[in-house]
Nanobody
Framework: QVQPVESGGGLVQPGGSLRLSCAASRFTGDIYAIGWFRQAPGKEHEGLATIRRSDGSTFYADSVKGRLTISRDNTENTVYLQISNLKPEDTALYYC????????????????????WGQGTQVTVSS
């Protein structure tokens, strides 16, 4: 299983934006989608967005819809998560994962068919 590597996190002021990257040498054919997740201190893992490998269709959690955009580059080996209008409650470790079967952000993360995931990138929103 290819292990993705996340980057792009950092300290940002409220209202700011970030673009996170999730890169792999090659996302192989058995991967159904790539998903972005986050875990804030003391909270459960939260699924944010997914992008389907076959056609690039995107899906978002209702809690973040409108502020997040998931996309991929032309090689399809890097997936991005653009986050705008950041809030202190967005502070969390953000990580991406390969999904081996259909899964959407409204489903429980514990039921997500993850294949592999990265170490994550920390996003801290503070003034």
């Amino acid at each position: 299983q290819v292990q993705p590597v996340e980057s792009g996190g950092g300290l940002v002021q409220p209202g700011g934006s970030l673009r996170l990257s999730c890169a792999a040498s090659r996302f192989t054919g058995d991967i159904y989608a790539i998903g972005w997740f986050r875990q804030a201190p003391g909270k459960e893992h939260e699924g944010l967005a997914t992008i389907r490998r076959s056609d690039g269709s995107t899906f978002y959690a209702d809690s973040v819809k409108g502020r997040l955009t998931i996309s991929r580059d032309n090689t399809e080996n890097t997936v991005y998560l653009q986050i705008s209008n950041l809030k202190p409650e967005d502070t969390a470790l953000y990580y991406c994962a390969t999904l081996l079967q259909p899964w959407y952000p409204f489903m429980g993360v514990k039921e997500s068919p993850m294949g592999s995931w990265g170490q994550g990138t920390q996003v801290t929103v503070s003034s």
